[in-house]
């Protein structure tokens, strides 16, 4: 085979000499490709640098001093002669690059990728080849809307975006939490961002979709309702970044060495469980911490307990493309597990946070377009759309087209091509003929593909005929049934949760119309939600439309159904007394305790000292999955001696009636019980509530409460 693409490709035709042929010895090319690639990685490490010893420098290496500008006389004008002056301000002048148009907001990781098998059955992607196999990652995480300075907990769709520095090349699984997507086209794009975004003459709302534009474009393109779905539920106010799923959100193809090829769905499985904020405490969060979910992977990672996902893939054959009633290449539509069960490929693990994040997490450019060998594109036209956007978008982001130089774009593979110079560009290339073909260099870099030098390929079997047609294919005109599959697949709370949402949402409506379009469309996916949104709008309630309404349930997409494997990370207030030394020793105790599990306890007290971690003036509830009150401190819940000018009236009560409010588990130790007594908290077989006066007895209680995670029988019902 490799003799036949010899005197094919190289020329004996054109009678160039055979030597000069790169496929003459496809095997010692092929050494060559790998001993490049089999080379220690070099990683980030050559591109650190460490300030701590030597002299200050100019950015061409002089020792200079940068504390005075240079000026004529002691209080004369500043000269432009003085270098130091104009480069220090010139590079801080330059220091922005521009944020993203979209998913701005965001904090990233390092960590390995360890393949499960031999997965050649399935693909020929190299990182899947081979059981324990490692490759290095780099993923960052999102919200949508926002811009880089807006806070975590906003309720939005969440980036999770990751890169396999395969030894074949970068591949780059850009997804979302959310399984499924607004559009179906990506020439809806722009719209659908610019109905998102704050208004263009006041710039508001920041990170928000309670706004008439926003319901107006949702309620226009009903593609929207689905993921508008997810979004309202749990998934759009996840409890940290490392507690929610990743989805591809399309149909890929996995491409087989040989040629065959399946339609793939790609999943990230959360190992820590899926947990999610309500929607009060992530509003506060907002404000208290707006850097939670970046100080969570941040500190959890630095603690030691960096977080893993499961890689999986739901397989599909080709011909099965509209077997199940929908499109595969609609990316509005999930595939019920069900249908496809996931295939489990291996484990990605979190271990290292970044050292700078103006260059790794910043700089990182992420595109749907870097793919490798095995795997392919499908016609989904957001995906096709994608693939022109990342790209475009990194050439202005990075002002040129050598990004993929930056340090943590560089793929760990070794790169040999005839693309050249560029602003920004560091290789210095020794080739004198960058062109192809070539005899003058041997006919370097040679040409890969699918039988040689194992070259990436575009699957040979994907058809594509047609007319020519601005249109969306009839098969995705369904956009009512999987949005109530997903409602259906919850619980009551969680149906309520999604309810209240829209109520929020659409409270801050100011159009008539656009409430009536809402209700409109939201009666095509449910009557019972559209009556209970309209009740809140003071609106008639719609008469069903019962067309697409159906009983169907799919397993898998409830958050709070399920108990947390574990709890390792999550973050207990201990409420103490600095008057009550038997309080500060209980408090240390628990800390002491919980930090065998990794909980994370913070005491809270009057002032600092005495082994308390935060004053009552700047804790809140929302920033702990739990709080506890330590036995000796219910003094200060008992509203006649609670007064203090240290921290505002009542405060440590709101700190436990928030903490109850928001379907914490909660408790008292010994005496402390009073404390709920105080604040109205029942104290004996509610559900969440744990009392006692033995540490560990009641340690164990509240490890089973925080895998529980939310006591969700605390929040009311419509009905
Ligand atoms: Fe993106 N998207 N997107 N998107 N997207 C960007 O690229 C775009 C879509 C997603 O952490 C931008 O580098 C278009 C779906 C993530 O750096 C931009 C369309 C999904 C990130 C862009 C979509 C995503 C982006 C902005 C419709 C889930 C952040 C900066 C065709 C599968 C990656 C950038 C990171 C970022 C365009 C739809 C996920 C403008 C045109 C669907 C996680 O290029």
Redesign the pocket.
């Known amino acids: 085979m490799h003799t036949v693409k010899a005197l094919l490709c190289c020329g004996s035709l054109l009678g160039l000499s055979l030597a000069a042929c790169p496929y003459a010895d496809p095997a010692a090319l092929l050494k060559e490709k790998r001993a490049d690639t089999d080379a220690p990685s070099p990683g980030l490490g050559q591109f650190k640098v460490d300030d701590g010893k030597g002299f200050l420098t100019s950015d061409v290496g002089g020792p200079i001093e940068d504390q005075n500008s240079l000026k004529a006389g002691i209080r004369g004008p500043t000269l432009l002669e003085d270098f130091i002056f104009r480069q220090k301000i010139q590079h801080f002048d330059h220091e922005r690059v521009p944020e ?5 907001r ?1 904090a ?1 990781a390092h960590g390995t990728f360890t393949s499960y098998g031999d997965f050649s059955n399935l693909t020929a992607a190299s990182f899947l080849s081979a059981a324990s196999k490692k490759t290095p990652v780099f993923v ?3 919200t ?1 809307a926002g811009s880089r300075g807006s806070a975590d907990t906003a309720r939005d ?5 990751t890169r396999f520095y395969t030894d074949e090349g970068n591949f780059d699984i ?3 939490n ?1 399984p499924v ?3 179906q ?6 719209d ?2 610019h109905s998102v975004k704050p208004s263009p003459d006041s710039e508001i709302p920041q990170a928000a979709t309670a706004h008439d534009s926003a319901w107006d474009f949702f309620s226009q393109q009903p593609s929207t309702l689905h993921t508008l779905m997810w979004a309202m539920a749990g998934y759009g106010i996840p409890r940290s970044y490392r507690h929610m799923d990743g ?4 149909t890929f193809r996995f491409v087989k060495d040989d040629g065959p090829t399946k339609l793939i769905k790609w999943h990230f499985k959360t190992l820590q469980g899926k947990a999610s904020l309500v929607w009060e405490e992530a509003q506060v969060l907002a404000g208290k911490n707006a850097d939670f979910h970046r100080q969570d992977l941040f500190d959890a990672i630095a603690s030691g307990n960096g977080p893993s996902w499961e890689l999986a893939v739901q397989v599909v054959d080709e011909e099965k493309a509209l077997a199940f009633g929908f499109d595969l290449l609609d ?1 509005t539509k999930l595939i019920p597990e069900e249908l496809a069960p996931l295939q489990k490929l291996g484990i990605m693990t979190l271990d290292t946070n970044p050292t700078n994040y103006f260059a790794e ?1 910043e700089q ?5 377009g870097h793919i490798v060998r095995g795997i392919d594109f499908t016609e989904d ?6 693939v ?3 790209l ?3 050439l202005n ?1 990075h002002g040129g087209p050598n990004f993929e130089q930056l340090p943590i774009n560089m793929p760990k593979a070794a790169i040999h091509n005839n693309n050249r110079d560029g602003a920004g560009q560091n290789f210095i290339h020794t080739n004198k003929f960058p062109y192809s073909p070539n005899t003058l260099n041997n006919g370097f870099p040679a040409q890969a593909n699918q039988t040689t030098g194992r070259g990436f390929f575009t699957a040979p079997n994907r058809p594509a005929t047609g007319n020519l047609v601005r249109a969306l294919s009839p098969t995705f005109d369904d956009h009512w049934t999987q949005p109530r599959l997903f409602l259906n697949s919850l619980t009551s709370v969680e149906q309520q949760f999604i309810v209240n949402a829209i109520r929020f949402e659409t409270s801050h409506l100011q159009s008539e119309t656009v409430k009536q379009n809402v209700l409109a469309q939201l009666n095509r996916v449910s009557n019972d939600v559209a009556k209970r949104v309209a009740v809140a709008l003071g609106l008639p309630a719609p008469a069903p439309d019962p067309t697409f309404y159906h009983n169907n349930v799919t397993a898998g997409l409830s958050i709070f159904n399920s108990t947390l494997p574990k709890i390792a990370t999550l973050q207990v207030g201990v409420l103490a007394s600095t008057n009550s030394s038997s309080s500060l020793e209980q408090a240390a105790a628990l800390k002491e305790r919980l930090a065998k599990e990794g909980v994370v306890v913070t005491v809270v007290g009057e002032v600092q000292g005495n082994g308390i971690d935060q004053t009552y003036s700047a804790a809140d509830a929302s920033v702990f999955d739990s709080v506890v009150v330590a036995a000796g401190a219910e003094g200060l819940f008992d509203p006649k001696t609670a007064a203090s000018p240290l921290y505002p009236t009542g405060r440590p009560g709101q700190i436990l009636v928030d903490g109850f409010r928001w379907g914490k588990p909660v408790g008292a130790l010994g005496s402390a019980s009073a404390a709920l007594d105080s604040t109205g908290i029942p104290s004996s077989d509610a559900p969440g509530v744990f009392t006692g006066s033995d540490v560990e007895a009641f340690v164990t209680d509240l490890e089973g409460g925080l895998s529980q995670f939310k006591f969700t029988d605390r929040f009311p019902l419509d009905f």
């Not at 993203?100 to 701005?104: D, N, P, T």
């Not at 769709?157 to 975006?161: L, M, P, Q, R, T």
């Not at 086209?185 to 722009?190: E, H, L, S, Y």
């Open positions: 993203r148009a979209v998913h701005a965001g990233g960052r995480f999102s949508v769709v969440h980036g999770f975006a850009v997804g979302n959310i997507f607004f559009i086209d990506a020439i809806r794009f722009p659908l961002i989805f591809g959100v399309h990316p997490t990182v450019m992420f595109q749907p036209p957001l995906l096709q759309g994608r022109f956007s990342y475009d978008t990194q982001r």
